[in-house]
């Protein structure tokens, strides 16, 4: 029967791990594609935010300066005002002037009343003039103070077109980057993808023709009783040689893959569905499936697996191969998996 089904394993193309290596590629650049398009909204509403900040605090500005102005047309105006009705008071005293001139000439006897009342208009007409001086002073004044405020709007006006750049500037960097990051990424998954495959073919060739290891997706498969005996998270002999072939491949596998490449080796511990009896060791399935997990990575360490690229993690029974409670499915849910991911 061994020689059957070596002979069907031969004829039988097991498709099923480049398409899963296919799958769980394209995921990895989805998931790479969204983080980068998360960072890029997170820089680029941090940019606005702070452009928009900055325009806020540029339209008080030109608000206050607007009223400001306002305020000082509006005194131009009275100062106008008060010039034209001065100039009217002159007016009126130049033609007070003529009509006394024209009483001098017409009569002799009124010539000292007349005189009297030109001085007085003279000293009226002299107190207005000054008046109208300092009004033309300080409109004078008022429309210089104009003139810079209009060169401050100007000023705000070029700070803003400037921020306007930069921040058409931030924005075509963050499109910059997002392309070099998708790049990177791209090649990143690439090169990881091989080397799982590389990987892959290796754990084939050492544990081929094995009943109780078998390719289920992207991981390599363990049966508990190849492992541990029943109940227990302790190496078997059995279980220690094939640990020793693994660890031996990776340890190939760390020398090859270059170190900016942030790879794990995931090693999953499962039970099956029989609740344990509390009796032993472990109290439930949760602390059983996590310790054979971390004893099957504490043994590829002594066997000189590099520690920072294996992790241990227990699923208990919550995590079946297959539905049902015959002894074949348990036994094919108690098992040890080995997955190579990212970290």
């Known amino acids: 029967m061994a020689l059957s089904r070596n002979r069907r394993s031969e ?31 997170f ?54 002037r003529s009509r006394l001139q024209s009483a001098l000439n017409s009569g002799a006897g009124a010539a000292d009343g007349a005189v009297a009342r030109a001085e007085a208009l003279a000293g009226e007409l002299g107190e207005q003039q000054e008046i109208s001086q300092r009004a033309r002073a300080q409109v004078e004044l008022l429309n210089q103070q104009l003139t810079a405020l209009r060169q401050q709007i100007a000023s705000l006006e070029e700070a803003l077109e400037a921020s306007e750049s930069r921040d058409r ?102 039970t099956d569905n029989v609740q344990l009896s509390g009796a032993g060791r472990f109290s439930d399935n949760w602390q059983l499936s996590t310790s054979r997990a971390a004893s099957v990575v504490k043994y590829l360490i002594t066997q000189g697996a590099p520690a920072d690229r294996l992790a241990a993690t227990g699923f208990g029974e919550f995590q079946p191969i297959e539905a049902g409670d015959t002894p074949e499915v348990r036994s094919r849910n108690r098992r040890i998996e080995l997955k190579l991911t990212e970290r």
Not at 26 to 40: P, Y
Not at 78 to 83: H, M, R, S, T, V
Not at 220 to 241: H, I, N, R
């Open 11 to 41: 004829r039988t193309v097991d498709y099923w791990p480049g398409f899963v290596d296919a799958l769980s590629t394209l995921l990895l650049a989805i998931m790479f594609l969204l983080s980068v398009f998360v960072l890029a909204q």
């Open 43 to 96: 820089l680029l509403s941090r940019e606005i935010s702070g452009q928009d900040d900055a325009l806020d605090r540029l339209n008080s500005q030109i608000n206050e300066l607007t009223q400001l102005l306002s305020l000082e047309r509006s005194s131009g105006q009275d100062f106008e005002d008060q010039i034209a009705s001065l100039q009217a008071s002159l007016q009126s005293a130049e033609n007070d």
């Open 169 to 270: 500037e931030s924005q075509t960097r963050i499109a910059d980057l997002g392309s070099r990051l998708n790049v990177a990424l791209a090649q990143r998954v690439q090169e990881l993808a091989r080397y799982r495959s590389d990987f892959f073919g290796r754990l084939r060739e050492i544990l081929a023709d094995r009943e109780n290891i078998r390719i289920v997706g992207d991981r390599f498969v363990f049966q508990s009783e190849v492992l541990f005996p029943s109940g227990s998270d302790v190496l078997e002999p059995a279980g220690e040689a094939e640990m020793q072939q693994l660890a031996a491949a990776i340890v190939e596998l760390a020398r090859e893959i270059p170190s900016d490449i942030n790879w794990i080796i995931r090693v999953d511990g499962h």
